[in-house]
T-cell receptor, first 114, second 115 residues
Framework: GNSVTQMEGPVTLSEEAFLTINCTYT??????LFWYVQYPGEGLQLLLK?????DKGSNKGFEATYRKETTSFHLEKGSVQVSDSAVYFC?????????????FGQGTILTVHP | DGGITQSPKYLFRKEGQNVTLSCEQN?????MYWYRQDPGQGLRLIYY???????QKGDIAEGYSVSREKKESFPLTVTSAQKNPTAFYLC??????????????FGDGTRLSIL
């Protein structure tokens, strides 16, 4: 079956530090990959996506590259801000008979201190 | 602005009571989904619907029921058979269910607690 594994959290960083959140996946076929962000008490917002191998998704200074050879989609940001504190979810859509269903990782809590 | 509206934001359930969570979207999306989120866990799919008057069970459908009588609406009922209903419930939609590159759009959630 399909699965997504994220690095263990929580992650605590100082402002302007470099961020990496690891995400690896298992899926049949060629899934689309997504990063979502959830701020306290809110729903999920799409952060970025990539739909084929070697695609790079980017948004708000965040980037992730679809690496088929390592089945990974790691999230990176060069300089985090306090406002980036949130929970980050990696997800995949395997297509086919999945009918648009997303498979999520368990989420990584990021806290950024001034 | 288009989006997904979930109501209420907070809901309390008494023992033996059914409660219904509302989800409305004005994005003209075909597919809609219900997820359950527990602390420290990812999202788990309860039910999904690809088209009006059709829906399928997700991974944890027991104790829940849904309907899809209108394209815009996908209410979720948490029945008394759901013994551990305390969780954060998220509704989502996507443009076309068969398109694997379509992202899902989420509402702001309903937090359900037991009295």
């Amino acid at each position: 079956g399909n699965s997504v594994t994220q690095m263990e959290g929580p992650v605590t960083l100082s402002e302007e530090a470099f961020l990496t959140i690891n995400c690896t996946y298992t899926a049949t076929g060629y899934p689309s990959l997504f990063w979502y962000v959830q701020y306290p008490g809110e729903g999920l917002q799409l952060l970025l996506k990539a739909t084929k191998a070697d695609d790079k998704g980017s948004n708000k200074g965040f980037e992730a590259t679809y690496r088929k050879e390592t089945t990974s989609f790691h999230l990176e940001k060069g300089s985090v801000q306090v406002s980036d504190s949130a929970v980050y979810f990696c997800a995949l859509n395997a297509g086919g008979t999945s009918y648009g269903k997303l498979t999520f990782g368990q989420g990584t809590i990021l806290t950024v201190h001034p | 602005d288009g989006g997904i509206t979930q109501s209420p934001k907070y809901l309390f359930r008494k023992e033996g009571q059914n409660v219904t969570l509302s989800c409305e979207q004005n994005l003209n999306h075909d597919a809609m989904y219900w997820y359950r989120q527990d602390p420290g866990q990812g999202l788990r799919l309860i039910y999904y619907s690809q088209i009006v008057n059709d829906f399928q069970k997700g991974d944890i459908a027991e104790g829940y029921s849904v309907s899809r009588e209108k394209k815009e609406s996908f209410p979720l009922t948490v029945t008394s058979a759901q013994k551990n209903p305390t969780a954060f419930y998220l509704c989502a939609s996507s443009l076309q269910p068969g398109q694997y590159n379509q992202p899902q759009h989420f509402g702001d959630g309903t937090r359900l607690s037991i009295l």
